[in-house]
C-alpha cells in the first residue's frame, strides 16, 4: 500500500471533535476530508471519493445507519467504519447487515483506528484486484 494515498471521510456532527481526529489521522499520511451531516457526506462522496468513510451515528437530520445503507448503495466499493459513542450491540448488528467493514465505539484510539482504515483499504484493493 506504501505510495498509494488512502483518502478518508469522516462524519461527525461534533466540529471540534471531527476537525481533531482530521488532524491526527493526516499526521499518519493519510488524505482526510470531513463532513459535520449525513446529507454534507452524502454530497462529498462524488467529489472526495473516499476509500473509507469514518461514520458517527447519531447526528441531527440523516442517522448514521441511513447515511451508511445510501454510501453502499450508491458507492457499494466504499468501506465504512462506524465509530460512535452511543452503539448498541443491535447497532452494530444492523450495520454489519448493511455492509459496514467494523464498528468502533468511541474514544477510539488513534493507532487502532488507522489500523482499521489501512486494513480496509486493503481488503477493498484485494476485492477489485
Excluded: W
Amino acid at each position: 500500500m506504501k505510495g498509494e494515498e488512502i483518502k478518508v471521510l469522516l462524519v461527525d456532527d461534533e466540529v471540534a471533535l471531527t476537525n481533531t481526529l482530521a488532524q491526527r489521522l493526516q499526521m499518519r499520511n493519510l488524505k482526510v476530508g470531513t463532513a459535520y451531516d449525513g446529507a454534507e457526506a452524502l454530497a462529498k462522496l462524488d467529489s472526495e471519493k473516499p476509500d473509507v468513510v469514518v461514520l458517527d451515528l447519531r447526528m441531527p437530520g440523516m442517522h448514521g445507519m441511513d447515511v451508511l445503507r445510501e454510501i453502499k448503495k450508491a458507492c457499494p466499493e466504499v468501506q465504512v467504519i462506524v465509530l460512535t459513542g452511543h452503539g448498541t450491540d443491535k447497532d452494530e448488528e444492523e450495520a454489519q447487515k448493511l455492509g459496514g467493514f467494523d464498528f468502533l465505539k468511541k474514544p477510539a484510539d488513534i493507532e487502532m483506528l488507522a489500523h482499521k482504515i489501512k486494513a480496509a483499504v486493503k481488503e477493498k484493493r484485494a476485492g477489485t484486484a
